[in-house]
Nanobody, 122 residues
Framework: QVQLVESGGGLVQAGGSLRLSCAAS????????IGWFRQAPGKEREFVAA???????TVYADSKKDRFTISRDNKATVYLQMNSLIPEDTAVYYC????????????????WGQGTQVTIAS
Protein backbone atom coordinates (compact mmCIF):
# COMPACT_ATOMS: atom_id res chain seq x y z
CA GLN A 1 0.00 0.00 0.00
CA VAL A 2 1.21 3.49 -0.87
CA GLN A 3 -0.30 6.72 0.37
CA LEU A 4 0.17 9.80 -1.80
CA VAL A 5 -0.38 13.42 -0.79
CA GLU A 6 -0.19 16.28 -3.27
CA SER A 7 0.63 19.85 -2.32
CA GLY A 8 1.73 23.10 -3.89
CA GLY A 9 -1.40 24.07 -5.74
CA GLY A 10 -2.90 27.53 -5.58
CA LEU A 11 -3.98 30.59 -7.50
CA VAL A 12 -1.44 32.26 -9.78
CA GLN A 13 -1.55 34.74 -12.61
CA ALA A 14 -1.09 33.61 -16.19
CA GLY A 15 2.60 33.40 -17.00
CA GLY A 16 3.50 32.38 -13.49
CA SER A 17 4.94 29.16 -12.11
CA LEU A 18 4.05 26.53 -9.55
CA ARG A 19 5.82 23.47 -8.24
CA LEU A 20 3.61 20.63 -7.16
CA SER A 21 4.83 17.96 -4.77
CA CYS A 22 3.69 14.38 -4.35
CA ALA A 23 4.80 12.92 -1.03
CA ALA A 24 4.56 9.19 -0.49
CA SER A 25 4.44 6.92 2.52
CA UNK A 26 3.87 3.24 2.97
CA UNK A 27 5.50 0.56 0.90
CA UNK A 28 8.79 1.19 -0.90
CA UNK A 29 8.19 4.28 -2.92
CA UNK A 30 11.06 3.55 -5.27
CA UNK A 31 9.23 0.46 -6.51
CA UNK A 32 6.73 2.58 -8.38
CA UNK A 33 6.65 4.77 -11.41
CA ILE A 34 4.80 7.99 -10.74
CA GLY A 35 2.46 9.87 -12.98
CA TRP A 36 0.81 13.26 -12.81
CA PHE A 37 -2.70 13.69 -14.17
CA ARG A 38 -5.13 16.56 -14.14
CA GLN A 39 -8.87 17.02 -14.39
CA ALA A 40 -10.55 20.26 -15.33
CA PRO A 41 -14.24 20.90 -14.56
CA GLY A 42 -16.46 19.01 -16.95
CA LYS A 43 -13.54 17.20 -18.58
CA GLU A 44 -11.99 13.78 -18.31
CA ARG A 45 -8.84 13.19 -16.35
CA GLU A 46 -5.82 13.56 -18.61
CA PHE A 47 -2.23 12.47 -18.47
CA VAL A 48 0.40 15.15 -17.83
CA ALA A 49 3.74 13.45 -17.19
CA ALA A 50 5.36 10.35 -15.71
CA UNK A 51 8.71 9.38 -14.26
CA UNK A 52 10.32 5.99 -13.89
CA UNK A 53 11.22 4.29 -10.63
CA UNK A 54 14.84 5.40 -10.88
CA UNK A 55 13.98 8.88 -12.09
CA UNK A 56 16.11 8.37 -15.16
CA UNK A 57 13.29 8.33 -17.64
CA THR A 58 10.41 10.72 -18.13
CA VAL A 59 7.53 11.07 -20.52
CA TYR A 60 5.18 13.98 -21.12
CA ALA A 61 1.93 14.70 -22.84
CA ASP A 62 2.89 16.39 -26.10
CA SER A 63 1.41 19.71 -25.14
CA LYS A 64 3.17 19.83 -21.78
CA LYS A 65 6.80 18.97 -22.37
CA ASP A 66 7.90 22.51 -23.12
CA ARG A 67 6.50 23.97 -19.92
CA PHE A 68 6.35 21.16 -17.37
CA THR A 69 9.16 19.18 -15.74
CA ILE A 70 8.73 16.07 -13.61
CA SER A 71 11.43 14.96 -11.20
CA ARG A 72 11.89 12.85 -8.08
CA ASP A 73 14.32 13.05 -5.20
CA ASN A 74 16.09 10.27 -3.36
CA LYS A 75 13.49 10.18 -0.66
CA ALA A 76 9.81 9.90 -1.29
CA THR A 77 8.75 12.96 -3.24
CA VAL A 78 7.98 13.59 -6.88
CA TYR A 79 7.72 17.10 -8.23
CA LEU A 80 5.97 18.74 -11.14
CA GLN A 81 7.46 22.10 -12.05
CA MET A 82 5.00 24.10 -14.14
CA ASN A 83 6.09 27.27 -15.94
CA SER A 84 4.40 29.78 -18.22
CA LEU A 85 1.04 28.77 -16.87
CA ILE A 86 -2.09 29.57 -18.85
CA PRO A 87 -5.75 29.59 -17.79
CA GLU A 88 -6.26 26.26 -19.57
CA ASP A 89 -3.95 24.68 -17.01
CA THR A 90 -6.62 25.21 -14.36
CA ALA A 91 -7.51 21.80 -12.94
CA VAL A 92 -7.17 19.48 -10.02
CA TYR A 93 -3.78 17.79 -10.29
CA TYR A 94 -3.31 14.23 -9.09
CA CYS A 95 -0.27 12.06 -8.64
CA UNK A 96 -0.50 8.33 -8.99
CA UNK A 97 1.76 5.33 -8.44
CA UNK A 98 1.96 2.29 -10.65
CA UNK A 99 4.27 -0.43 -11.93
CA UNK A 100 4.07 0.41 -15.62
CA UNK A 101 6.35 3.33 -16.40
CA UNK A 102 5.16 5.73 -19.03
CA UNK A 103 1.56 4.69 -19.14
CA UNK A 104 -0.88 7.47 -19.99
CA UNK A 105 -3.82 5.42 -18.84
CA UNK A 106 -5.57 5.92 -15.52
CA UNK A 107 -6.11 2.24 -14.91
CA UNK A 108 -2.39 1.44 -15.04
CA UNK A 109 -1.90 3.29 -11.77
CA UNK A 110 -2.84 1.51 -8.57
CA UNK A 111 -2.64 4.31 -6.01
CA TRP A 112 -3.87 7.90 -6.21
CA GLY A 113 -3.65 11.02 -4.11
CA GLN A 114 -6.57 13.30 -3.33
CA GLY A 115 -5.45 16.04 -5.68
CA THR A 116 -4.42 19.67 -5.38
CA GLN A 117 -6.26 22.54 -7.03
CA VAL A 118 -4.40 24.74 -9.49
CA THR A 119 -6.15 27.89 -10.69
CA ILE A 120 -4.63 30.22 -13.26
CA ALA A 121 -6.08 33.71 -13.48
CA SER A 122 -6.03 35.52 -16.80
Amino acid sequence: QVQLVESGGGLVQAGGSLRLSCAASGRTFSSYAIGWFRQAPGKEREFVAAISRSGGNTVYADSKKDRFTISRDNKATVYLQMNSLIPEDTAVYYCAAGFAFGSRLNYDYQYWGQGTQVTIAS
